[in-house]
């Protein structure tokens, strides 16, 4: 058991003129819930895509557990223990909500070339997928359709398919953005609760959840890395200030 | 096999491309900035060689009717695009696949309707019937270079104004970024309209061309269409100078394919097997080219917006 | 609960079936036997598209290369091998050759999307359609005949009803296999991927590979369906490969339901008669068809299934 659960060297990636990814170097350790902040178009979207699998970096690569995975599509590493939660809601619209948290369980329990057997008599499947939705709090809406639901169920939804497929490492982009203070504060408490059983790696723009949730931040600006450290190291970072903390003194970020 | 064949086989392909490039062109735009798939095309086409030809016999003159016809494929064009494409915009490609088809099937059977099974006869006009001694040795038709002649023109129009006015400025900001265009304060809904006629006018010129050299028939359009299709996806979609590099090799290509393909193949098989084989090896090499391109590059050679 | 409510329509359709050319006998109209057959063998091939289309969201204008495959395979063998003319060689092997296409096609073609995919499968039945084309020891563009139809022992397969029943039979078995495909663990993963393939990828499903099967699975009953209808007309021609027909199995699966267990029966049937309908009026009846599949598509998208769909609370 490495105590690095994921690592990054070198990571470049560049959009035409743009560079997006800067030389990143990231060391994520075994448990920790691990920050990334940074301006709008500091390129923290495109960074979760060269860790999730579904962006290729144009040169460095990507570790997990000591194993290169930068040539590993995102299936793949979702296989090997990754998971996401994507900061535009990314869920099956047209599928019920136990239903999309059931798909993600079944990813993890077996193989689906089965064309014979119904899949709802395998009710494993479906209670599995209610205890998570329990944890996150929608199992009083497991039977709506997923579309119909309001934005911070949305967000709710999300969480519970990065839960669903028993991961060790959860990359989570800004899971609560546009939910109200009680949302947000329930989905602080879930999150908090998956520390130590989970390695996160947190994108976030609201410096108040940054601030109570991660062991350890870095700070993205322009592509690079300018700082890495725990909430005081970072706080007290004059360059951090100056680039990212002076400019939103509320900590909200919103564009 | 002369060289003299050869350039005139280059000709032909010049030619034959020129056409393509009058239908890629006004595709392609509908693509890239309207996102839309339109079937329909090549019967805006196969209308505008119907109505010249209608025409050239009514008043006499080919070179009367052709404006009209043009003008008349171009109105009839906007009303298609305000009454049924605009509704399409916003919906998945399947149901613009299935309602485009729906207009071929129209079209089709109401150019049956009024003019029947027959095709229509359309000939090449009295004015450009001969042939010019371009070399000696190499006679070409006078028709066909004036093809060449207006193709060229034509392309040439359009890069100046897609270069050089402000609606070709828009009209290159929609092909590449739609969200843009619409930022920029464009009436957008005009803009959608004026390019489908223009589309469909340039579909009718072609059409008003090609309909002496080829068959003014129901079903013109189809076969005209996949080739139109196939352009734009090798050229790129919403680029049209990628529709003008994709029509000259697909143009190329498949004159090069029917004139020597079958010369090949005798040499080296039987004479039945190449006589058979030989014009649809001609007709595949064009599918063939379009799965390389793709291959190589998945956007085509010049995708706008890239 | 669902297969239940499917196995009672999947009972009620059979009985309806077998009881159809008692019908047509008693009232006279034993012609019609055939023409049901007909509708029967399109339902199979719109079926199998909407499979990799409605459920799978592959929107692909190439489908008829396997229905024209599996019909050449038929007929090719009566010409060259008519010792394995049986069905239950010169059919099994219709579908494996429509399924080797599928395999080859669909590992290129489902490398692409929207509409390159399209595009892409096109031009491999546009390509197939000139091959077949160009065959002029087996017709060429004219087509050829089968000389009788495929054998199955102890039945006369000449007799139109005897024929009937067998396709009855296989589309019957085909919509059972297919109605469990549907509520299996793969039909579900397909579901999610016509829905939203990124999600399904970062969920861990190779989305490439259940997209191929569903691709060669199609492609495998559609080469049935050729087979099939090679049979009941006794003639195979290059245009079952044409992008034509692609687009009219198309609009067979928009009219009776994308994504329905029974939009490829509904639509089919809903076409072929309203072509007869049609034609005993005018000889211009694709106008009328044209402007009723655009009404299916701006005001009805859900086909004569979303009538028929349980209405939301």
Redesign the interface.
Known sequence: MSELLLETRGLQKRFGGLVATDSVSLAIRRGECHAVIGPNGAGKTTLIGQLSGVLAPDAGCVLFAGRDVTDCSAHRRAMLGFARSFQITSILGSFTVVDNVALAVQAVSGSSFRFWHAVNTETELAEKALEILHRVGLEGLAQRTARDLSHGEHRQLELALALATRPQLMLLDEPMAGMGPDESERMLSLIAGLKGSHTIVLVEHDMDVVFRLADRISVLVAGRIIATGSGEEIRANAEVRNAYLGDDASGEGMP | MTWLLFLEQCLNGLQFGLMLFLLAAGLTLVFGIMDLINLAHGSLYMVGAYLVATLTQATGSFFLAVPLGIVATALLGMVLEAMVLRGLYRRDHLSQVLATFALILIANETTRAIWGVQPLSLNVPDGLSGSVQLLPGLSYSAFRLAIIAVGLAVAALLYFVVTRTRIGMLVRAGASNRQMATAMGTNIKWLFTAVFGAGAALCALAGAMLGPLLAVQVGMGENILILAFVTVVIGGIGSIRGAFIGALLVGVVDTFGRAFIPTILRAVLSPAFADAAGPSLAAISIYLLMIGVLFWKPQGLFPAGS | ???LRRHAWLIAFMALGLAFPKLAAVAGQEYYVSFVSRVLIWALLASSLNLL?GMGGM?S?GHAAFFGLGAYVVGIIGLDAPQWSGALVAWPLAMAVSALAALLIGV?SL??R???F???T???A??LF??F????AYG?DDGMSLARRSTLPGLNMANDTVFYYVVLALLGACLHALG??R???????L??IK??E??????????F??KL?AFVIAGTVAGLAGALMANQNSFVSPNMLH??QS?TT??MI?LGG?GSLWGGLAGAAVYLVLEEVLTAFT?????A???I??GV??HA?QGIAGLFARK?P
């Open positions: 609960m669902q297969a289309v929107v204008l290129i490398r692409t929207g509409v390159y399209i595009m892409i096109l031009a491999f546009q390509m000139y091959v084309v160009s065959l002029k060429g469990r495909l509520d299996s663990r793969f039909g579900r993963v579901r999610g829905d939203n990124a999600r399904m990828e970062s969920l861990g499903y190779a989305t590979r259940f099967a992008w034509d687009g198309l609009v928009i994308l000889r211009h009846w694709q106008i068809l044209g402007l599949l655009l598509v701006f998208p939301k």
